[in-house]
């Protein structure tokens, strides 16, 4: 499913500092459209980093990156109209806990004036049954479990009709009784087409679900290629020594 012809993201020679401290050092890769890519490393290697400078959530000190032919750093472009393409789903839901489900699907489009309330709480009511709790539209965040909330939170980022979804250690902060249920929503997004970016420990679903595997140390990628190349067959001494330790 993978279109080569289509470059969704563009990143070179990415470079993002916090003061003085080099986070990451000279990122260079692309992702195509369909492209499922997940992105693995040992904790502070910089994958959140480098997911939000994506988004523009963390600005790059340094390099280029191209989003559906915008480039993002350019002071000219419009960061709202590229965020709208970007869904971005967390470790931590963030859903408001005071709205019920169906507001908090329908807030955003709303209130950015993306589609009437109408139009928008039918979108919502089709994503809630995309994933599979079309019977929660009334409930609030606190009567569901982690799963479910993780699932409303991936309800809610394609609500905004993206093109590519973000996703930061999705289920990292839930039972794991639960993991399968969001890795099987995340499994049929691939299925359909999306374009993902994965931040995972996930590593039957890296190897399962993912076209391109990244994985990054000290700020820099170190290695990447296919499931098969990098998890399978690891050339680098510290790809390996990674492995090792998760697997
Ligand atoms: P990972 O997601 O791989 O665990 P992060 O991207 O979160 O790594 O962090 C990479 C490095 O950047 C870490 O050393 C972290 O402490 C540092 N860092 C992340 N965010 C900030 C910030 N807002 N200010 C200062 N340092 C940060
Ligand atoms: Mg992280």
């Not at 910089?46 to 400078?53: D, E, H, Q, Y």
């Not at 590519?164 to 039972?175: G, H, K, N, R, W």
């Amino acid at each position: 499913m993978v279109d080569k012809s289509t470059v969704k993201i563009k990143v070179e020679h990415l470079n993002k500092k916090f003061g003085s401290l080099e986070v990451l050092k000279d990122i260079s890769t692309e992702v195509y459209g369909g492209e499922v890519v997940c992105v693995i490393g040992p904790s502070g290697s910089g994958k959140s980093t480098f997911l939000r400078c994506l988004n523009r959530l963390e600005k790059a000190s340094a390099g280029l990156i191209v989003v559906d032919g915008e480039e993002i750093l350019s002071k000219q472009v419009n960061i709202n109209h590229v965020r709208e393409k970007i869904g971005m789903v967390f470790q931590h839901f963030n859903l408001f806990n005071n709205l019920n489900i169906i507001d908090n699907l329908t807030l955003a489009p709303v209130e950015l004036g993306k589609c009437s309330r109408e139009e928008a709480t039918e979108r919502a009511k089709k994503m809630l049954e995309r994933v599979g709790l079309e019977d929660k539209a009334n409930s609030f965040p606190s009567q569901l479990s982690g799963g479910q909330k993780q699932r409303v939170a991936i309800a809610r980022a394609l609500c905004m009709e993206p093109d590519i979804m973000l996703f930061d250690e999705p289920t990292s902060a839930l039972d794991p009784e639960m993991v399968g249920e969001v890795l099987q929503v995340m499994k049929s997004l691939a299925a359909d087409g999306m374009t993902m970016v994965i931040v995972t420990h996930e590593m039957g679903f890296a190897r399962e679900v993912a076209d391109r595997v990244i994985f990054m140390d000290g700020g820099y990628i170190v290695e990447e290629g296919t499931p098969q190349e990098v998890l399978l067959n690891p050339k680098e001494e510290r790809t390996i020594d990674f492995l090792n330790k998760v697997l």
